[in-house]
């Protein structure tokens, strides 16, 4: 059975930093590309991040220079350090596992994350 589980959601101010993580489990974590997508309220989910098994990371314009994405393989981890957060980050986050030609194949439950001003 799959499993998708991240963490490390919560509130901080703008200008803060929060540290996400995935735990994966019933996947061949060292096979898979990993990433992190979010989903604002009232709008589309979108890739935030993207890491391959080789550790080549893709990130969003929006994102990019204010987030790290790494893995863990030897822990099936997946991170998302978030410096410099902006209110415009505020969104629900999402770890995804193994991409294939057809995107994602495995999805978590999502984590809280709130910028405020």
């Known amino acids: 059975q799959v499993q998708l589980v991240e963490s490390g959601g919560g509130s901080v101010q703008a200008g803060g930093s929060l540290k996400l993580s995935c735990v994966a489990s019933?996947?061949?974590?060292?096979?898979?590309?990993m990433g992190w997508y979010r989903q604002a309220p009232g709008k589309e989910r979108e890739m935030v991040s993207v890491?391959?098994?080789?550790?080549?990371?893709t990130y969003s314009d929006s994102v990019k220079g204010r987030f790290t994405i790494s893995r863990e393989n030897t822990k099936s981890m997946l991170y998302l350090q978030m410096d410099s957060l902006e209110t415009e980050d505020t969104a629900v986050y999402y770890c995804?596992?193994?991409?294939?030609?057809?995107?994602?194949?495995?999805w978590g439950r999502g984590t809280q994350v709130t910028v405020s001003s």
């Open positions: 019933g996947i061949p974590f060292t096979a898979c590309t």
């Open positions: 890491i391959s098994v080789s550790a080549t990371t």
């Open positions: 995804a596992a193994c991409r294939t030609t057809s995107g994602f194949q495995h």
